[in-house]
């Protein structure tokens, strides 16, 4: 939310940028740290599920890469096109509308019975967790006061390992003692039970029902701001002169380009790297001998690695600016993934190696949520969250496939491994390069 010096003390955007944070605005952030956490599960049950598919169906690497990478494409066409609907029809609608999408994806996915139909429904689902990881990104930012807004979003995205760690855990028993499928149901289940949560503690944020006027303003104003725990406000503020639109050109004009395409290009080649290790994991450990729910254990300890690094990551930037803090973390995630693909003694070696890539990696990702948050204004916060998410979601569907073509070629773990490291270590050149306005953020 940005709020000028010149706004009045009873502008809503100041009382809820300078007061201190009432506990129903925890409450708010704490169920959109569960979306995310949604996401999370939801994108790597897939995962999990992989080595079931390719046994139950002969798949073969370059064929189950593609469908591993359906999803993404369809997260990557959901950001940005749902990203900017959140900027025009407004953020709670758009992350209800995105539940429902996800619900009925992975209830769908439990009722396929061919690789076709599988990819179908994954790129469907994919559609609604892309809307959803750019809409609850602004929702968090706008429900946090000014003093919390980046811990608060790191905070949340940290939900995203979160998911992966607790529904991992969960999916590892159900595939010990059921098949794929049941990794959908509670996947479809849980987020079913979501909805009545947004609709009943989630108000449309002051920033976006200001952007966005219209005659009943005022009183949904007041409705937002006595459900967050504040006072009520007599007007609405005057209509700034020189807003931003709220169009997807306003991403592209001479002061917001750079900082568009340059968070775009790290978000694009940092996740390439970040889902070689959430993507191939579970295949690689059952390739070295190991059992189904073994691969699935090692695939929640990369999110464990991932929920412990994106905690520090939040303390951290509380005190550090978020460029030098990812630049770091980026150097340090590739290198902790190209020791992963050196190969591990054993279980136990493997299970620490693919930790420490995912405490790095996840990081990162974390990290680049704040910064993006912080990079565009509220009238396009939606729009700029959901373009570089959704653009940059194209290095999260390529990944896969890049991955399944490398090994496919005849290269060991190893090199694979190094090759895909490397967008990380690009990704910390684009920031290096961002204006430095936008990237010293605190």
Known sequence: MDV???????????????????????????ICVLLNALDGFDVLAISFASPGIAKEWQVERVALGAVLSMELFGMAFGSVVLGHAADRLGRRVTAIGCLCVMASGMFATTQVNSIGALAATRLFTGLGIGGMLATVNALVAEYANSKWRSAAVVIMAAGYPLGGVAGGAIASQLLAHGDWRHVFWLGAGVTALCLPLVLLLMPEPVGALLQNRRGDTLARVNHTLRKLGHRAVDALPPVEPEAPQTH??????????????????????????????????????????????AAGGILVWVNVGGLAGSLLFSVLSLRFPLRWLLVAFMVASTVMITLFGQGQADLHALAWAAAAGGFFSNAVVVGLYALVAASFPTAIRGGGTGFVIGVGRGGAALSPIVGGVLFQAGMTLGLVAAVMACGSLLAAAALLALPRREAEVH
């Open 248 to 293: 997807m050109a306003a991403l592209f004009t001479k002061q917001m380009a750079p900082v568009t395409i340059l968070l775009t290009l790290a978000y694009f080649l940092h996740i390439m790297t970040f889902y070689f290790i959430l993507k191939w994991v579970p295949k690689i450990v059952v390739d070295m001998g190991f059992s189904t729910p």
């Open 4 to 30: 000028s010096p010149s706004v009045s003390s009873d502008d809503p955007r100041r009382i809820l940028a300078q007061s201190p944070m009432r506990l129903a605005q925890v409450v708010a952030i704490a």
